[in-house]
């Protein structure tokens, strides 16, 4: 086992039990989070990401959610659409994620807490926490933006239906060039037709 690899087993084994505790707060979102992680998978290897980046973005990838254990239940766990101000304080947890990845002060840990931090940057520059745009937005977090939204709108959650296919995709290039990397769309639209995580809808 090279450095690397090293690397990553560790960082992988000393937080997969942040990925318990986040299955014991909402179960929902750890199963989202490892469905993002393959897609981010394949999306990172046709963009040809060096292994490297890949091991620390399949960690941020599997962890970008991380930071909803820090949301009250009356907002994580909500039925219904949030207001502005349960969205403010959800919006949050990007931050939040950012800490608690940066808190096992594990090798890869400050990279990997940095892509959690900016997967909801989008790439005209409105998106959060910071603002940042096009490839001032770190490739990892830019892919699990994609991945994230992909997976969001495919799963019914309470407070929305699952949508098609079609649909979904149909969305996505409305917020090419806005919310995503017209780049990784592209990569993406080759990939998602014939991967396990396209909605079978």
């Not at 039990?17 to 989070?33: E, I, M, N, Q, Y």
Request: aromatic share 6%.
């Amino acid at each position: 086992m090279d450095q690397e690899e090293h690397t990553f087993v560790t960082l992988y084994k000393y937080t997969k039990a942040l990925s318990v505790a986040l299955g014991h707060r909402d179960l929902l979102t750890r199963l989202h989070s490892e469905r993002v992680r393959g897609l981010v998978e394949e999306i990172a290897i046709g963009c040809g990401l060096p292994k490297k980046d890949f091991d620390i973005l399949k960690i941020a990838a599997s962890f970008h959610d991380i930071g909803k254990i820090g949301i009250p239940d009356h907002i994580l766990l909500k039925p219904s659409k949030l207001d502005d101000v349960e969205w403010e304080k959800m919006k949050e947890h990007s931050e939040i994620g950012e800490d608690i990845m940066a808190a096992t002060e594990i090798e890869g840990s400050q990279q990997a807490s940095l892509l959690i931090r900016h997967h909801h940057e989008n790439f005209d520059g409105k998106g959060y926490p910071d603002g940042l745009s096009g490839e001032n937005i770190p490739i990892g977090s830019r892919i699990i933006s994609v991945a994230d939204s992909y997976d969001a709108m495919a799963v019914a959650r309470s407070y929305h239906v699952a949508r098609t296919h079609l649909e979904i995709m149909s969305i996505l290039h409305l917020e090419t060039g806005v919310k995503h990397d017209p780049n990784l769309m592209r990569v993406f639209c080759k990939i998602i037709e014939s991967s396990k995580f396209r909605t079978s809808k």
